[in-house]
């Protein structure tokens, strides 16, 4: 620390304070004095203006070293200031009166004390382990503090022998904490300027490192809120995700970008799951609306609805494939039943198989495996040789009605069952969904028959059974279809082209893109369809996809052998609903890397409203097959550990070749 007007410290060693007693101290003072008056007389530097403060300069004084006193440096005279007059200012604590006494004290005596003074004392020890060592930083003496305690420095006080004896322990500490809040505001480098005590900004000395995107905790978790002060959690999340769930996994809310890792997916729960909290006083209100759509609380009502579909609208997947009975089924049926242009699976799985394979439950466990443990097999039904099979979400299961279905049979001579029909009914919420596979009559001019087929498809379904009609006075005895609010109908329907091979062939060649729309022109069911003879009030997607049928076997060609058969459209997908704009068509299309048969999987992926229902319909209570469940995840496991085994084989294997 600069010495006072600007000239530079003075090394030295202070006036240490003598044991003996006061008549000692007083001695010394008047010696120093004595000197300091006899320099002063001889250079004319040194002078006190205030006769009367002679005393307490003289203790004040500090002795200057031998080298300093053969110069002739000048230094100029020091005033004493008055004190100053009193002003009217809040009431100081006790604290901050000693930290000003303290202060003033050391503010006008840092240019008299020795930079160079170096001792073991308590005192020194506290101040060195406050602030880090500053060279030439002053501390005042300890002579010149002792009789003043009032002005006496903490540090000095405690650096003396004596002072360490008179003081107590309580001091000692006291004086400590004093001493750790003053210098913590003087190394930010800022006083404490009148009666409130401030202390700077503090900048850093090189950027900052970036901010963690995780800035969640345990302990903001509330019930149903994200913070405390934020707003509430079903509004925000309907606007980020458009979809809340109780059973929301943690895997979907990290996919969708809402969180980051697990503390962030806990601290946006509630106190035990996203379910709402529920009110004693709610749970004590009755009401005449209990078991409606339009109670609070219904299983099925519009409230449960909204929580886990905001827009009330689900996705669901519905496919054909007509396996032509063969035994071998496809390694890998990712790329038909998850195909990679929709970012999300749907929410319902609907599979209809014409010409099954003769083991139909190792079929089902191989839709499982594929569809894993998110879904689970609502239901099945087979007759003959036309299979069907249902998945749906497992947290979706609560929700529907009891399953029924039912079959019609459309050639009676034949004893193995391979045309006919195949229905599956059910309701989910207060929505009535049927969904029917088919397999018409083949043959390129037999148009007649197949409606034939369809018309006693309609009649002789006989759904719904126990579960009750959601419109009744819609509906039709006559018409299967019209019992019900969205009507799926696919299968190999057989349907062909009127048109010869090599006009279609060309057609393909030329131009595979607007080629299909040529061809649509000779389809028979599309030509059937818009005189109304058949799938009446039904309609289908734009076909943008090549003829599924018929192809050679592991092969990307049509038909080679003798017969010739002309490339058709025989597998389709319709729909149709009580309601307008119910169901939108997301896509349609087949599958063609699947080659085990000489027909080509079609699927279409809908976008369907659903409607909240009433507690009177018959539940299915969540059962499902738990059996085929667990087959399939055990084997969906057990083939990930073989894919893993192998490429590590593979990459631990080295080839030597001899040259």
């Known amino acids: 620390m600069s010495a006072l007007n600007g000239f530079s410290q003075h090394s030295g060693a202070c006036v240490t304070q003598n044991t003996g007693g006061g008549a000692v101290q007083d001695l010394q003072a008047k010696k120093a004095g004595k000197a300091a008056k006899k320099e002063a007389s001889g250079n004319g530097v040194l002078t006190f203006e205030d006769p009367r403060r002679v005393d307490t300069s003289l203790n004040e004084t500090i002795k200057l070293l031998p080298d300093e006193l053969k110069t002739n440096m000048k230094i100029k005279s020091v005033t004493p200031r008055p004190p100053r007059k009193p002003r009217l200012e809040r009431a100081a604590s006790l604290d901050e009166k000693n930290w000003r006494r303290w202060r003033r004290f050391r503010t006008s005596q840092e240019s008299l004390t020795d930079p160079n003074e170096t001792s073991s004392s308590n005192g020194s020890l506290q101040e060195a382990s406050l602030s880090p060592p500053i060279r030439g930083r002053a501390t005042p003496c300890s002579q010149c503090c002792e009789p003043n305690s009032l002005h006496s420095s903490p540090d000095a006080s405690e650096a003396s022998p004596m002072g360490k004896s008179r003081g107590s322990t309580s001091d000692l500490g006291k004086r400590a904490s004093e001493i750790s809040s003053a210098f913590g505001g003087l190394l930010r480098g800022k006083a404490f300027a009148g009666s409130k005590p401030r202390l700077s900004q503090i900048m850093p000395a090189r950027p900052l490192p970036p901010m963690e995107l995780n800035v969640a905790s345990h302990t903001l978790r509330t019930a149903n809120r994200i913070d405390s002060d934020f707003m509430d959690y079903r509004h925000y999340s309907q606007h980020k995700f458009g979809r809340v769930s109780s059973s929301l996994s943690d895997t979907r809310l990290h996919g969708n970008g809402m969180v980051y890792d697990n503390c962030s997916t806990d601290s946006m729960k509630s106190t035990f799951s996203l379910l709402t909290p529920i009110r004693s006083k709610d749970v004590r209100s009755r009401s005449y609306l209990e078991g409606s759509l339009l109670a609070n609380g219904a299983l099925l009502g519009a409230e449960e609805l909204s929580r886990y579909f905001p827009d009330r609208n689900i996705g669901i997947f519905v496919a054909t494939w007509n396996m032509q009975g063969q035994k071998e089924l496809p390694v890998n049926l990712d ?281 009177n319909i018959p539940l299915a209570a969540g059962q499902f097959d738990r059996e085929l469940y667990l087959i399939g995840i055990k084997r969906r496991i057990t083939r990930d550990l073989q894919n893993r085994r192998v490429q590590k084989d593979q990459k631990s294997s080295s080839i030597c070749s001899i040259s």
């Open 335 to 615: 790329d038909f039943l998850l195909p990679t242009d929709p970012d999300y699976a749907q929410d319902m799985y609907v599979i209809g198989v014409q010409e099954g394979c003769p083991d139909r439950r190792e079929w089902e466990i191989r839709l499982q495996e594929t569809l894993g443990p998110h879904y689970v097999m609502l239901y099945s039904a087979a007759h003959g040789v036309l299979y069907m099979s249902v998945f749906i979400r497992r947290d979706l299961i609560w929700f529907c009605s009891e399953v029924e279905y039912a079959t019609v049979t459309t050639r009676i001579v034949s004893q193995i069952k391979t045309k006919g029909a195949l229905g599956i009914c059910f309701t989910f919420f207060g929505t009535s969904f049927l969904f029917i596979t088919s397999h018409f009559t083949s043959g390129d001019s037999k148009v007649n028959e197949r409606k034939l087929d369809y018309n006693k498809t309609i009649q002789a379904l006989t759904l719904p059974k126990n579960v009750p009609d959601t419109n009744p006075y819609r509906s039709s005895s006559s018409d299967v279809t019209t019992r019900f609010d969205e009507v799926f109908w696919f299968g190999d329907f057989n349907f062909r082209l009127n048109k010869d091979r090599e006009t279609v062939d060309s057609i393909l060649n030329q131009n595979p893109e607007t080629g299909v729309s040529k061809l649509l022109a000779y389809d028979q069911l599309t030509s059937e369809m818009s005189r109304g003879s058949i799938f009446k009030g039904f309609q289908e997607a734009d076909i943008r996809f090549r003829p599924s049928y018929k192809f050679d076997i592991g092969k990307d060609s049509y038909d080679t052998t003798s017969k010739q058969r002309t490339p058709s459209y025989t597998d389709r997908v319709v729909f149709r609903s009580r309601y307008r704009d119910d169901i939108h068509a997301v896509k349609y299309s087949s599958c063609p890397v699947i080659k085990t048969s000489d027909h080509r999987p079609v699927f279409a992926l809908f976008r369907v409203k659903v409607r909240p229902g009433r507690d």
